[in-house]
């Protein structure tokens, strides 16, 4: 590790040690020329960063420090434990059923509210998040500083979870049915009863048989 990603982390150990504010912020501008991937980490990471950790990662120049101050700090483990199927989609930033928590704050950043919930015998985490779409229909998360909230349109997205994964994703207006798409786990097979054994005809057990008749 060379000595500029060495001061920087020791920097980092200072802050995360000081502060207990999680979710940083950045402007998207201050990192129109990097490169397509170290951009898509700075939105991955975001969640977990500070604002000063986040502002020490921005200041940062090329890929290999980048990467050398996400791991530093502890955070490379979260890109590493991403499911492999699921990795296409975090790079895109799509929420897609099948991820977990981790997965989608790395979409769409920690949300403005969970919501736990008991519904059909199940416990289930509802994770509130607000968009934008603009007059070309294009759609993005509103931020607490959005320069463009009040000329767009504003609405909620629900991410439903069950046992740590998503199951749904819908807008608000539109869960009428969401439960219906609720894994229901594979129930055992019943166990069949054994046919009760036919009763004896009424008056079978006194009557005497013909060969007894006979030897009498």
Same mark, same amino acid.
């Given at each position: 590790?060379?000595?500029?990603? /060495?001061?920087?982390?020791?920097?980092?150990?200072?802050?995360?040690?000081?502060?207990?504010?999680?979710?940083?912020?950045? #402007?998207?501008?201050?990192?129109?020329?990097?490169?397509?991937?170290?951009?898509?980490?700075?939105?991955?990471?975001?969640?977990?960063?500070?604002?000063?950790?986040?502002?020490?990662?921005?200041?940062?120049?090329?890929?290999?420090?980048? *990467?050398?101050?996400?791991?530093?700090?502890?955070?490379?483990?979260?890109? @590493?434990?991403? @499911?492999?199927?699921?990795?296409?989609?975090?790079?895109?930033?799509?929420?897609?059923?099948g991820m977990n928590k981790d997965e989608v704050f790395m979409c769409w950043?920690? !949300?403005?509210?969970?919501?736990?919930?008991?519904?059909?015998?199940?416990?289930?985490?509802?994770?509130?998040?607000?968009?934008?779409?603009?007059?070309?229909?294009?759609?993005?998360?509103?931020?607490? #500083?959005?320069?463009? /909230?009040?000329? #767009? *349109?504003?609405?909620?997205?629900?991410?439903?979870?069950?046992?740590?994964?998503?199951?749904?994703?819908? #807008?608000?207006?539109?869960? @009428?049915?969401?439960?219906?798409?609720? !894994?229901?786990?594979?129930?055992?097979? !019943?166990?069949?009863?054994?046919?009760?054994? !036919?009763?004896?005809e009424e008056g079978a057990e006194d009557s005497e048989s013909p060969a007894?008749?006979?030897?009498?």
């Amino acid at each position: 590790m060379n000595a500029r990603i /060495a001061a920087v982390c020791a920097v980092t150990l200072g802050l995360l040690l000081s502060s207990v504010a999680f979710g940083a912020d950045y #402007n998207p501008r201050k990192i129109k020329k990097w490169p397509d991937a170290d951009k898509m980490l700075a939105r991955v990471f975001d969640s977990w960063m500070t604002q000063e950790e986040m502002d020490i990662f921005l200041g940062l120049e090329s890929t290999e420090e980048r *990467e050398g101050f996400l791991k530093e700090a502890g955070y490379w483990h979260l890109w @590493e434990d991403i @499911e492999d199927e699921m990795r296409p989609n975090v790079i895109a930033g799509e929420v897609v059923r099948g991820m977990n928590k981790d997965e989608v704050f790395m979409c769409w950043d920690k !949300p403005a509210k969970i919501r736990k919930d008991f519904k059909k015998e199940a416990y289930i985490d509802v994770l509130n998040y607000e968009f934008e779409r603009d007059r070309k229909g294009k759609e993005f998360l509103l931020k607490d #500083n959005s320069q463009t /909230a009040y000329k #767009n *349109e504003i609405f909620t997205r629900y991410v439903y979870m069950h046992n740590g994964l998503v199951f749904s994703i819908v #807008n608000a207006g539109e869960e @009428e049915n969401v439960m219906d798409e609720l !894994p229901v786990e594979d129930a055992p097979e !019943p166990t069949p009863e054994p046919e009760p054994e !036919p009763e004896p005809e009424e008056g079978a057990e006194d009557s005497e048989s013909p060969a007894d008749d006979a030897s009498e």
